[in-house]
């Protein structure tokens, strides 16, 4: 129901089915609440400072929030219930917390860290290639497959959140180290297992997984002697705040991001005072 009429994706989907269930737990066994219809408001406010008391992370409370009035509308909508008791009630404030962002020099080192007797060496770099120069989420890197790869007019294609497509330009060395990968390594490593088209591959043949990009990401950047928190996302955050800092567009950002909102873009963008009014001062004209 929430994924029809929110257009979410599969792991955000699973989130929600967890939240619920523990919020209907939660009314049961804390509140002894015998029917749906009997919920009240201060009970979903009690239940949230039941999870902020767990210390979960801001946007945690926040997607749980979400869930609980989604599933309140939803049984509002079924003529079950007749009110949405969530309806009036404010989410939980959000402080965001931007991540560290690499610089171009780093991001070098941890790409020439690959070392070049590694049997995955030419995996291992076009990947990293990929994620800095594309920007996109590890789900979106794993889920690539060759069909999306478009070398002619230099982009690719990329199913996103809510299996949304854009098509990513790729930079001229991610382009060469993915056609290196795909001609002298990913043939062979697709001949022992089933593929299912991904570009990706572990060396036993199957598909990379998320929790395996992240794996390599982290062999290499303490290969690099790089001792920031680095995550696919630090990648991600990058690309996008180098673009900036060099004059792109931010809604060109936003398109090759997959942001529905500009706003969530903004997010990136942790340009200093000083950065900022070094560009005020080169283009304002009263300077």
């Not at 939240?19 to 009240?40: A, C, M, N, P, W």
């Amino acid at each position: 129901m929430i994924r029809v009429e929110k257009n979410l994706a599969k792991n955000t989907v699973e989130a929600y089915e967890r939240d619920i269930g523990r919020y209907l737990k939660f009314l049961e066994e804390e509140k002894q609440v015998t029917s749906i219809r009997h919920v009240k408001d201060n009970e979903i406010r009690e239940f949230i400072r039941t999870l902020s008391d767990l210390e979960l992370a801001p946007s945690t409370l926040h997607r749980n929030f979400s869930a609980i009035r989604s599933y309140h509308n939803f049984l509002v909508e079924s003529e079950i219930t007749d009110e949405n008791p969530a309806q009036l009630l404010d989410p939980p404030k959000i402080n965001r917390k931007l991540p560290d962002v690499l610089t171009a020099v780093e991001i070098e080192s941890i790409i020439k860290a690959v070392n070049e007797d590694s049997s995955a060496c030419l995996r291992d770099k076009a990947l990293l290639e990929m994620l800095y120069s594309t920007g996109l989420r590890v789900s979106e890197l794993c889920g690539l497959e060759m069909v999306d790869v478009q070398n002619k007019s230099g982009v690719i294609r990329v199913k996103g959140k809510g299996n949304k497509e854009r098509l990513v330009p790729i930079g001229g060395k991610a382009v060469s180290a993915l056609n290196a990968y795909l001609r002298k390594l990913r043939l062979k490593l697709a001949d022992k297992n089933q593929d299912n088209g991904k570009i990706f591959l572990s060396l036993n043949g199957r598909p990379l997984t998320r929790a395996a990009v992240w794996q390599i990401l982290k062999k290499w950047t303490a290969e690099a002697g790089i001792t920031k928190k680095t995550s696919p996302h630090t990648f991600r955050h990058s690309f996008a705040t180098h673009l900036l800092e060099g004059g792109a567009d931010l809604r060109a950002i936003q398109e090759m991001l997959g942001h529905e909102s500009i706003t969530t873009t903004e997010l990136y963008t942790h340009l200093d005072r000083q950065y900022l009014a070094e560009v005020h001062k080169a283009f304002h004209p009263r300077w």
